[in-house]
């Protein structure tokens, strides 16, 4: 059974940003606004190996990404959760999957395809309001 | 000088929602949303000391946190840092000036008053888009 409860999953169907944590190498807290997708067990977020982001997630495999209602601003989902794993994306297919479900006009593949890896996190906890 | 760059600094000012990250206990990582206001040097937070987010800055002091601009997606400000200091606000009078800051209707004292707090972040390092 799913944690994520049916009052708030349309937070993490439409195309909103979501605030991703991690934590770096040196015990301080990092969190920036993130694309993702939902499969109905994992949440997918796209980035490169050669980003801070990756390194802390082969450290601290610990993530938590918190979405709020931008039309009801007090209405919001944390998702706490673990790396399920880190695939490659060599020729950016995912970056595309995400591109097209927020929107952003480019011409594929995407510069930095090469370096491209999805990280799939796993649930283990939500909090609402 | 302060670390926030001017050009960034209406995010601090506007009353945006930020997603202020904290480490749990176990390692695992949170991010919420929540008021917050600048003073130029602090970042400050309201929260109870009956709260998770008060236990997880007690042991460990590192938070960051992010706030992206409503009118362009892709443009967020990331302030990563360390409690300066947690101070008791038995009356609620800093519950009150975020309640008008972010326009938030409701009769003081606020119902939890006797357990309010004042969380004061200094910002370490930032990132932005």
């Known amino acids: 059974m799913s944690l994520i409860p049916d009052s708030h999953l349309d937070l993490l169907t439409r195309p ?12 301080s807290l990092q969190v920036t606004p993130m694309w993702f997708s ?3 067990t994992d949440l997918s ?9 990756y390194r802390n997630l082969e450290q601290d495999p ?5 979405i709020n ?24 297919a ?5 591109a097209r479900r927020y929107g952003l006009p480019y011409d594929p593949p995407v510069a930095d395809a090469a370096d491209r ?7 283990t906890a939500i909090s609402k309001q």
């Open 94 to 98: 995912f970056f595309d999957t995400l």
């Open 62 to 66: 610990h993530l938590s990404v918190s």
């Open 69 to 92: 209602d931008p039309d009801q601003p007090y209405r919001y989902l944390e998702v706490r959760g673990v790396v399920a794993g880190i695939d490659p994306d060599p020729t950016g």
């Open 117 to 123: 890896v999805v990280i799939r996190m796993r649930p």
């Open 45 to 53: 977020f796209t980035t490169t190996s050669t980003r801070r982001k």
């Open 38 to 40: 939902y499969d109905g």
């Open 16 to 27: 909103l940003c979501g605030h991703l944590a991690t934590r770096r190498d040196d015990g």
